[in-house]
């Protein structure tokens, strides 16, 4: 085989690589999976994943600078939270434009609406129950921490009031009409699709650039959490993984893949973070939200039914908003200033705190061996509703 | 393939984001009868996944998808 045949298999095979990754969406199970596999990465690194901590840190700054705080947050650049959830939107960013997916996309003005109300709520429940549903329930629960598992129970409660909402609203509100899409294009226009994946690239190696700067400056743990973070946002992106759907799709579709791909990723999450914990590795504390169980079963119903307003969780909103979604992006930004006003709110008052609740770290009552012995049947058990559920359309709530 | 459909129905959901481009699917394929064709305007990448489920898990037959100028046209038929 001569030289120039041997690039162009080469090239071949690069493209149908690039076709693979960035043209198909993964499959759901394939991103439980690496977010399983992820999540124990992140914490063995330096600490669990998060998502909203990063939102309030950001609102935080802003009501600072806007002198409504006078106390100065720690800097976005180097807060851990925010380094992550900033990496989860240039992740998702680079590859929405990686796979041409990125358009700003306008939506009517009562999805607007609803994603201000919905961002808002999530605000809310996130402080409530100490994260959304990455920290307060995801992370929480691979943290062995009680409020998880509380948390879950409320999520599902709020993602069945919200969809009770939208059915309420497809009968009853003049139903959205289109917001348009997008700018119309012009014939022999510049077309912006073709230069995406070539943004991406740039976007890409701009975030090894800036983790490399980090290590100059001495802050390698922090360059390490926004490629962390970037890792979620293109695993996320790649599957459009939602955890909505793990919540509302029983009741909406019946369907229990993303409900399968929850239960399978928090399994391996459980594993590794009861590996560093069991071990002495990390601190047995972290994560175990000081919530149980008010803060977690009712933040997370107000959080639940704000997912379903908004049309995405907290890191399903970030994600979304990085594609370029209005509606998503206006979310994200209430989600912002209310879960920073509200967890100010809760820090002011001694009764407020004490009523969200207190930490419960399952093995200090079950043991190690005992908490994950729990913990595996339920997941077992929400992954056998969601698939017997899947069959008989027990669970759906007809419109 | 997609070329020469007539729709019976057009569901214009530009602009809406999951689910309720599914959701009002759902909710127009409801009161149509077997063997009409429903067409989907959507801007959602989210329905390219959601619409062929949905048809598969309801026994619709998923005819296809073609581009538009920055939208997507969905085409299923009623079972």
Known sequence: ?399 | MVDDITPDETLDCRGLSCPMPLLKTKKAVGKMSSGQIIEILGTDPGTKNDLPGFATKNGHEYLGEKEDDGFTRFYLKLK
């Open chain 1, 1 to 399: 085989m001569n030289d120039q045949n041997e690039n162009s298999v080469m090239f071949g095979l690069l493209k149908q690589g690039y076709q693979t990754v960035f043209m198909k969406n993964w499959p759901i199970w394939l991103g439980g999976l690496l977010i399983g596999i992820m999540s124990v990465i992140t914490f063995a690194w330096a600490r669990p994943w998060g998502v909203a901590g990063g939102l309030r840190n950001w609102g935080d700054w802003f009501f600072n600078l806007v002198g409504i705080y006078h106390h100065q947050p720690v800097s976005p650049l180097i807060s851990t939270n925010s380094i992550l959830t900033l990496g989860l939107l240039w992740g998702a960013f680079g590859a929405a434009l990686m796979s041409k997916q990125f358009a700003i996309r306008m939506a009517p003005p009562l999805e607007l609406i609803k994603g201000v109300v919905g961002g808002t709520l999530m605000g809310i429940g996130a402080a409530m129950a100490g994260g959304c549903n990455v920290g307060g329930f995801y992370s929480a629960l691979s943290a062995l921490s009680f409020g998880g598992l509380a948390m879950m129970v409320g999520l599902f409660v709020g993602a069945y009031l919200g969809l009770r909402y939208i059915y309420w609203e497809l009968e009853h509100l003049p139903s959205g009409a289109s917001g348009g899409s997008g700018a119309k294009k012009k014939k022999n226009a510049f077309n912006w699709l073709d230069v995406e994946p070539y943004l991406g690239v740039a976007v890409f190696i701009i975030a090894i650039i800036c983790a490399w700067l980090y290590t100059r400056q001495a802050l390698t743990k922090i360059g390490g959490l926004l490629l962390c973070g970037i890792a979620f946002g293109v695993i996320i992106q790649r599957c459009r993984f939602c955890f909505v759907r793990g919540f509302r799709d029983p009741f909406m579709t019946g369907e229990g893949e993303v409900a399968r791909a929850i239960a399978i990723s928090l399994m391996i999450s459980i594993l590794g973070f009861a590996a560093l914990k069991w071990t002495g590795l990390r601190g047995e504390e972290v994560y175990v939200t000081q919530t149980f169980w008010f803060g977690s079963l009712v933040g997370g119903i107000v959080f639940g039914f704000g997912m379903l307003l908004s049309g995405g969780c907290g890191s399903g909103s970030v994600w979304r908003a990085g594609e370029g979604q209005v509606k998503l992006i206006i979310a994200v930004i209430c989600f912002c200033l209310s879960t920073s006003l509200f967890k100010a709110l809760i820090k002011s008052s001694e009764g407020f705190t004490s009523l969200i609740g207190s930490r419960v770290f399952l093995p200090n009552y079950l043991s190690y061996k005992w908490a994950l012995v729990v913990l595996f049947l339920v997941l077992c058990a929400y992954y056998l509703i969601a698939t017997w559920n899947e069959e008989t359309d027990k669970f759906i709530v007809e419109i």
